[in-house]
C-alpha cells in the first residue's frame, strides 16, 4: 500500500475513534515525520511542579473580583460590571481539595492584584474593616486554611505583601510589621512559605494598592528592606522577581535599582487582555501561529533582562492565562486549551522552570468552574501533562511545523519511558508522524472548538456521581504512521521506548 494511501486510511480510521463533528478537511500530508523515542537527548529540565496554579488572595478574603461572562459586562447604566463580589473560598471542599490533589505536586500562589493592600489580622478578632491604607482583611482562619489546603493537595506555598500605604511611614517607606506577622504566624502552625514576590506587579502602581508615584527609585529602596528583611525572619523563603507585567519598558529600571540578590527571576505575562479591560481579541485567532508565538516573544524579552541583571537565574512565569482581567469568553472552552499546553510545551522546552496558571477556580480563566468545580477542558489538558509528562525535557527532534507542534519529556514513573505531545492547530488537515514501536495514545477533542466538554479518545470527559476523576486511559496504537485529526491534542507514551536519558 502507497504511503498516500496508507495515509488516507488512517485518517479515517481515526475519525471514527475521534469523531468531529460536520467538520471536512483536507487528507494529511503524504511526508510524514519520524520520531526516534529512543535517542531523543536531553535539552534540560523543570521543577517537579512545573505545572502550578494561582488562588487569588481575593478568593481567600472574599470580595470584588472578575466577574464571570454573562450575556454581558455592561450594565443598564452603560457602565462597566467588570467585577463581582464573592464569598470566601473553601478550601476544605473535598471535591476542590479531590481536583486540586490530581495536579500536585504543584506551587499554589495566594497572590494577585488585590494581595498588596490585604491587612493580615494576626488575632483571633479580625476587624470587619480594613485599617486604614488597606482594602481587605485576611483573617487567622483564612490563612490557616490555605496552609492546611496546601499540605492536603501537595502544594508549596507562594505568595507576595502588603505594601499599601497602611504599610508605610510618612516618608513612604515600607514597614515589614504585616511581612513578619505572616511568616512567623505560617511557621507557627506548621506551616511555609516556600517562595515569595515582594510586591504583585511593581510596574502598575496606579492598579495594585501601590503610592499612585511609586516608581523604580522607591522600589529599589523598598527591595533593600526586604531582602534584609527575609535574610533576618526566614532566609529559607526564596526571593522571585521583579514579577513585573508584560514587556514594559521601565523594567531595566526597576531591575537596575533593585540591584542583584533574586533567587529566582519571575515574571508576568498574559497574551491579551480581555474585554473587561478593553481587549479585543478575536477567538478564531487562537490556533493561529501567531497567538502561541507571544509567548516566545515574552519570554526572549524577559530572558533578555534576566541575561543582564541576574545571569544564571531559573526564570518561573508566575501569572499567566489566556487573557488578563478575568479571560476571555472563550477561556473556558476547548480552544483556549491548544494554547494552555502548547505553552506549557514550549516554555519547558526553552528552560523556564515553573509556570502557574491563574487561577485554579476563579473567574473565566479558572481551570474549573467557579460556582460547581466542573472541570474545564485546561483541567482535562493539565491533569493529562501531569499524568505522563516528567521533568526532564527531551528534544522531539521535529522543526516546529505550521499546524503540528511536538513537545517530548521522559515518560513519568517509567524509567526509560517516553512520553511526547502532538498538537494539530490545523483545523482543516490532518497530520501524521511514524513511530517505531508500540504507544498509547491519549487524543483531546470536542464536537466544536467553543464547548466546554472535552473528549479523551472519543468519550466526554466528567467527573463520577461522588465526584472522583474517571480513568484516564490511552489507546494501545501500532508502530507506524499516527494520524492527528485536525483540531486535536494528542499525548503519546512510549513505556518501552529505552531512552538511556530517561533511565
Not at 125 to 150: E, M
Not at 188 to 211: D, K, M, S, T, W
Not at 356 to 369: E, P, Q, R, V
Not at 400 to 412: E, F, K, N, P, W
Amino acid at each position: 500500500m502507497g504511503i498516500r494511501r496508507h495515509l488516507r486510511k488512517l485518517t479515517a480510521l481515526t475519525l471514527s475513534v475521534f469523531p468531529l463533528a460536520a467538520m471536512t478537511y483536507a487528507s494529511a500530508s503524504a511526508e510524514t515525520i519520524s520520531i526516534a523515542p529512543s535517542t531523543m537527548r536531553r535539552i534540560g529540565t523543570v521543577d517537579a511542579r512545573f505545572q502550578s496554579y494561582n488562588v487569588e488572595m481575593v478568593e481567600v478574603t472574599g470580595g470584588r473580583f472578575w466577574k464571570p461572562y454573562g450575556p454581558t459586562i455592561i450594565d443598564e447604566g452603560g457602565q462597566s460590571n467588570q467585577f463581582a463580589y464573592r464569598s470566601p473560598i473553601d478550601l476544605t471542599d473535598p471535591k476542590l481539595r479531590r481536583l486540586a490533589s490530581a495536579l500536585g505536586p504543584a506551587y499554589l500562589r495566594v497572590s494577585g492584584t488585590w494581595a498588596n493592600a490585604t491587612y493580615f489580622a494576626d488575632s483571633d478578632n479580625a476587624p470587619s474593616v480594613p485599617p486604614p491604607g488597606f482594602d481587605g482583611v485576611l483573617t487567622r482562619r483564612q490563612w490557616h486554611g490555605v496552609v492546611d489546603f496546601a499540605r492536603a493537595v501537595d502544594a508549596k506555598l507562594v505568595t507576595s505583601f502588603a505594601v499599601s500605604a497602611g504599610t508605610r511611614d510618612a516618608n513612604g517607606a515600607w514597614n515589614a510589621d504585616q511581612a513578619r506577622r505572616l511568616i512567623v504566624y505560617t511557621n507557627a502552625i506548621g506551616g511555609r512559605i516556600a517562595a515569595a514576590e515582594f510586591i504583585n506587579e511593581p510596574n502598575l502602581a496606579g492598579l495594585g494598592g501601590l503610592p499612585p508615584h511609586y516608581d523604580a527609585g522607591a522600589y529599589g529602596r523598598d527591595m533593600a528592606t526586604f531582602r534584609a528583611f527575609i535574610t533576618q525572619v526566614d532566609p529559607s523563603i526564596k526571593v522571585l522577581g521583579p514579577g513585573l507585567s508584560g514587556e514594559t519598558a521601565a523594567a531595566p529600571d526597576f531591575l537596575a535599582a533593585a540591584g542583584a540578590g533574586f533567587d529566582v527571576f519571575s515574571y508576568h505575562h498574559y497574551d491579551a487582555l480581555s474585554e473587561r479591560c478593553t481587549g479585543r481579541a478575536d477567538p478564531k485567532a487562537a490556533l493561529s501561529e501567531e497567538r502561541p508565538a507571544r509567548t516566545d516573544r515574552a519570554l526572549e524579552f524577559q530572558r533578555a533582562l534576566r541575561d543582564r541583571f541576574e545571569p544564571g537565574r531559573p526564570i518561573w512565569l508566575t501569572e499567566t492565562a489566556e487573557a488578563a482581567c478575568g479571560g476571555d469568553r472563550w477561556a473556558p472552552t476547548f480552544r483556549d486549551t491548544f494554547r494552555y499546553l502548547d505553552q506549557l510545551g514550549r516554555l519547558a522546552r526553552a528552560g523556564v522552570q515553573v509556570v502557574i496558571h491563574n487561577t485554579l477556580a476563579a473567574s473565566d480563566y479558572g481551570l474549573l468552574d467557579e460556582t460547581t468545580l466542573t472541570p474545564r477542558p485546561n483541567y482535562w489538558g493539565a491533569v493529562l501533562w501531569r499524568k505522563l509528562m516528567d521533568s526532564t525535557v527531551l528534544d522531539a527532534g521535529v522543526s516546529r511545523d505550521a499546524g503540528l507542534h511536538v513537545y517530548a519529556h521522559c515518560l513519568r514513573d517509567v524509567a526509560g519511558g517516553v512520553a511526547v505531545l502532538a498538537i494539530n492547530t490545523d483545523r482543516r488537515s490532518a497530520h501524521a508522524l511514524t513511530l517505531p514501536e508500540v504507544s498509547y495514545r491519549y487524543t483531546l477533542d470536542a464536537l466544536h472548538l467553543q464547548d466546554t466538554a472535552v473528549r479523551l479518545n472519543g468519550e466526554t470527559l466528567a467527573l463520577n456521581v461522588r465526584d472522583e476523576l474517571p480513568a484516564v486511559d490511552g489507546v494501545s496504537t501500532a508502530a507506524g504512521v499516527v494520524t492527528f485529526a485536525p483540531a486535536t491534542i494528542t499525548f503519546l507514551a512510549m513505556p518501552a521506548a529505552r531512552n538511556a536519558t530517561c533511565q
